[in-house]
């Protein structure tokens, strides 16, 4: 196996054990999200040391773009969570459930865990990393597709459909951004502001 897939397995038994109803109720959601975070971008940092100027290069301008994607992507869910919840009896509760981790942490605890650790951590690994590499195999398009698809299945441990359609959705708007600007910076920063947003600032619920 390449080191894509043996950490793509790692992050999934991580995120098993975060989100599976066996062993979630047992740990601290914060803290485990902290060290798995931790493992998978250090190890993505240093499997691709040698390309670190080309994957992580910076403009001024990444700023205003993450800025302003993240507000997009804001109003995406937004307009989701007032819809899924008209429509679907399940989504409330399921929205729910996703939410209930806040209160494992004081809120400003979480919004600096999530923009200054988590947030830019799954960017370096998933972008940054699994799906820079996937570009080598699959091609750029192919690799971006196959990158989106892998963030969002590690997410059906919860059992929880809007968990994994939410995961869907962000996996393919920040491998968009990768493909894009072919650069982790704008994605980082809409990730991790996003995260704020949606979890402490103005949740949807």
């Known amino acids: ?28 959601f914060w803290l485990v999200m902290a060290m798995a975070t931790a493992v998978l971008a250090g190890s993505g940092l240093w499997l691709q040391k040698e390309r670190l100027r080309e994957i992580y290069g910076f403009k001024p301008a990444h700023v205003a773009i ?10 995406i869910f937004w307009v989701g ?11 409330r509760p399921e929205i729910a459930g996703i939410y209930s981790t806040r209160a494992q942490a004081s809120p400003v605890a979480i919004g600096l865990l999530l923009l200054f650790w988590v947030g830019p951590a799954e960017e370096i690994f998933w972008r940054g990393f699994v799906q ?11 690799g971006t597709i196959i990158a989106s698809i892998v963030y969002a299945a590690i997410h059906v441990f919860g059992f929880n459909f809007m968990l994994f359609m939410a995961s869907l959705i962000c996996g393919f708007f920040w491998g968009a951004m990768y493909l ?9 920063i809409s990730h991790a502001v996003w995260d704020v947003m ?6 949807v619920q």
């Open 1 to 28: 196996m390449t080191a894509v897939s043996w950490l793509c397995v790692l992050a999934t038994l991580f995120w098993f054990v975060l989100f599976s109803p066996w062993t979630a109720p047992r740990l601290n």
């Open 66 to 75: 993450g800025l302003a994607s993240a507000i997009v992507l804001y109003a």
């Open 81 to 91: 969570n007032a819809l899924s919840t008209q429509w679907f009896h399940f989504a």
């Open 132 to 142: 820079e590499r996937l570009y080598g195999r699959y091609g750029r398009m192919g």
């Open 180 to 188: 894009r600007y072919r650069s982790v910076w704008p994605g980082l």
């Open 198 to 203: 949606i979890f402490v600032v103005i949740p």
